[in-house]
C-alpha cells in the first residue's frame, strides 16, 4: 500500500470537507459551553465584591443566564451525538489560565472584566457562526448575553465612573489590559484548534491568517465603541 501524501493539487473529497466542518463545529461549541460554564463560575464568584444587594443580583442575573446558555450548547452536543464534557475538556486548561491571570481585585475591576471580556468573546464566536450553518448559528445567537443585561452592565459602569471620576484612569487602563488578554487568547483558541480553517474550502493556513486578521480588527473596532461610550479611552 502507498504512503505518499496525496498531491498538492488533489481535490478534498466532499465526505473529507464534511467531517472536517463537523470537528469543526464540534470544538466551536465545546470551547463555547466550556467558556458559558466558566462564566457561570466567574460571575458567581464575582458578586462577592457587591457594595449593594441590587448590584449583587445584577451579577447573579448574568451568572444564572450564562449556565442556561452552557445547558443549551451541551444539548445541542448531545444531539449531535457528542460527550460535551469531551467536547469541553481540550479548552479547559486555558480558559482556566486566562481567567487566572485576569483575577479581578475589586467590584469595579470585576464589572470591567465582564463588560470587555463577554462582549469580545461573543463578538469573537458570531464573527465565527456567519459561516456556520443556519442551526449552528441559531445556536450561538441564543447563547449572546442579552441587551438588557448589557445595558444593566454598562449602567452600572457609569454610575460608578460618575459617582468617582477618581476611578477612570484606573479602569481604562485595566480595561487596554482585558482587551489586549482577550484578544490574545481568541487567536490562541482560534489557531490551536484551527478555527477559520476548518471553514475554508481549501483549508489553507493562508486563507485562516487572513480571516484571522479581519476577525481581530472587527473585535477591535467593537471594543473602542464600547469603552467611548463610557467616557474611556480604548
Known sequence: MSTEPPAADEPVSAGELSARYDKFVVDLLGGIAY????????????????????????????????FGHYEMVCGRLLAMGMDPELAML??????????????????????????????????FYAAIAERLDAETRGIIAKV?????????????????????????????????????????????????????????????????AMEAVAIMAQLTRGHSRRMSRLGLTA
Open 144 to 208: 449572546r448575553t442579552s441587551e438588557e443585561q448589557t445595558a444593566l452592565l454598562e449602567g452600572l459602569l457609569k454610575k460608578m465612573l460618575d459617582e468617582d471620576p477618581r476611578l477612570s484612569s484606573r479602569l481604562a487602563l485595566w480595561g487596554r489590559r482585558m482587551v489586549g488578554e482577550a484578544l490574545t487568547q481568541a487567536q490562541r483558541i482560534g489557531d490551536r484548534h484551527s478555527f477559520l480553517v476548518g471553514l475554508s474550502p481549501e483549508g489553507t493556513q493562508e486563507e485562516a
Open 35 to 66: 467558556g458559558e460554564l466558566s462564566g457561570f463560575e466567574r460571575l458567581s464568584s464575582d458578586a462577592r465584591y457587591s457594595p449593594t444587594l441590587n448590584d449583587r443580583a445584577v451579577l447573579g442575573k448574568m451568572a444564572v443566564a450564562e
Open 90 to 123: 481540550p479548552f479547559q486548561r486555558m480558559v482556566d489560565a486566562f481567567h487566572e491571570r485576569t483575577r479581578p481585585a475589586d467590584w469595579h475591576e470585576s464589572l470591567m472584566k465582564a463588560y470587555v471580556v463577554d462582549a469580545i468573546t461573543e463578538d
